[in-house]
């Protein structure tokens, strides 16, 4: 008879293939489990959605609809709005150096994405795809830090059903959304 070979923690290199690489998950479920969107903590608005600026701080972010512009929008033409949640830490003019506009995934979802200039004479741009249970209005201070330590400007965006984005979030939305994330930083 074969002698067993070794165990790790009681279980045997097979039964820990089966455990990996085989779980007794419907991917469905593991669906559920991996992908958790927070409430969103921004919203994007329309020039004509915009409210006059009054203060320097970000002030709850409005229950007005986002607005419906896509890819087409250019530099400017949305404005971002943070809610307390997104834990704001810089000035207004900081906060003007975020752009906020729309693009289309292949999968027919409106995507929000986000182009922090940080150094606005630097010649590179990082495509930060941001962790899960996060949106970008989450992300904005960390990206104005990020930005200004490495000296380059960052581009993200929020995944389907995360923050402003339409759609569900899913694996395969989730390649279409990194896909159109690409599109629309090498157009810019």
């Not at 820990?16 to 479920?29: E, Q």
């Not at 971002?80 to 995934?105: G, I, K, M, N, P």
Request: hydrophobic residues 35%.
């Amino acid at each position: 008879m074969p002698e067993p070979g070794p165990r790790m923690n009681g279980f045997s290199l097979g039964e820990l293939c089966w455990l990996f690489c085989c779980p007794p998950c419907p991917s469905r479920i593991a669906a559920k489990l991996a992908f958790l969107p927070p409430e969103p903590t921004y919203t994007v608005l329309a020039p004509e959605q915009r409210a006059p600026a009054s203060a320097a701080t970000p002030a709850p972010a409005p229950a007005a609809q986002p607005a419906p512009a896509d890819e087409g929008a250019g530099p400017g033409a949305c404005s971002l709005h943070l809610s307390e949640r997104a834990d704001w830490q810089y000035s207004q003019r900081e906060l003007d150096a975020v752009e906020v506009f729309f693009s289309r995934t292949a999968r027919d979802n409106r995507l929000g994405c986000m182009f922090v200039r940080c150094a606005p004479s630097s010649r590179y741009t990082l495509l930060f795809s941001h962790g899960n249970a996060v949106d970008l209005g989450q992300m904005c201070s960390f990206y104005i830090g990020l930005g200004s330590r490495i000296n380059c400007n960052i581009f993200s965006y929020d995944y389907s059903g995360y923050g402003v984005s339409s759609g569900k979030p899913s694996e395969k939305n989730l390649y279409a959304d990194i896909d159109a994330a690409w599109q629309a930083l090498r157009t810019r």
